[in-house]
């Protein structure tokens, strides 16, 4: 008898609920309340590991794990949840009643810190980022990577961990 496996996204299938309930400056994915406002970034992937979200603002400052904010070299933008071991969500945001973010090109990077195993064409993974913005001109966008590629953090037009690039407003 052939045994054949099969991997499931389960947070496709069950709507997995915040408790406690988000706040008016939040929203909730797969259980975390996230930071909401003029503009946020927030990505999941499809296989548990450590992904880092990546975000470069119009000025050439980058927002990631290692540069959280709000402070002047994140452009008052913040990260406010890094998942270490799950499939996100890591998100990006600029508070309403904060700073407005630059206006211009913004660039959003996948960077796989650790996945077991490594992220091959046998071993593929599915980033999704979720664009909000405060016009309600969003955008959501998957992209695949089969292969472990890292870009030392760095994100911009020709990065190979690139999932998207968009204008603000």
């Not at 959003?108 to 309600?136: A, D, G, L, W």
């Amino acid at each position: 008898m052939k045994r054949i496996n099969y991997e499931i996204d389960i947070t496709a299938i069950i709507a997995i609920s915040c408790s406690p309930s988000c706040n008016s400056q939040e929203t909730c994915v797969q259980g975390v309340c996230l930071g909401i406002g003029y503009l946020s970034c927030t990505m999941t992937w499809s296989r548990p590991g450590d992904g880092d979200i990546v975000v470069k603002t119009p000025t050439g400052n980058t927002i990631s794990y290692n540069n959280t904010g709000p402070s002047q070299s994140t452009d008052q933008g913040q990260l406010d949840k890094d998942d270490r071991n799950r499939t996100g969500p890591e998100n990006i945001f600029w508070s309403k009643g904060g700073f407005i973010p630059p206006k211009g090109v913004y660039y959003v990077c996948f960077e796989p810190y650790h996945f077991n195993p490594n992220i091959t064409s046998q071993h593929p993974i599915s980033v999704t980022v979720k664009i909000m913005r405060s016009n309600k001109n969003n955008l959501t966008v998957t992209q695949n990577f089969t292969s472990t590629i890292k870009n030392g953090y760095d994100c911009d037009a020709s990065s190979k961990t690139l999932v998207i690039s968009f204008t603000y407003p």
